[in-house]
């Protein structure tokens, strides 16, 4: 049987690994969540793009239908 200090040691290491495991994780989903919000803008903006250019689209069809 391993002393009871080593078994303690071995847990304090794997706690740490763990921990840092975790930290990573963590990291990691920040990065991943703050490519979402930036890819929401990204289709955000696209589509007012859309929006804006259908309505110039039906405001230009108004005005040819209005000078015929």
């Known amino acids: 049987m391993k002393p009871l200090l080593t078994l303690a040691e ?3 290491v794997r706690m740490a690994k763990a921990e840092r495991k975790l ?3 963590e990291a990691k989903l ?3 969540e ?3 919000e930036t890819r929401k803008a990204k289709v955000a ?3 007012q ?3 804006a ?3 110039e689209v039906k405001q230009l069809a108004s005005h040819a239908e209005t000078v015929e």
């Open 45 to 47: 903006a696209a589509q």
């Open 53 to 55: 250019a259908t309505n």
């Open 49 to 51: 793009i859309c929006e």
């Open 30 to 32: 920040l990065r991943t």
């Open 34 to 36: 703050a490519k979402l």
């Open 10 to 12: 071995q847990a304090t």
């Open 23 to 25: 930290a990573k994780a």
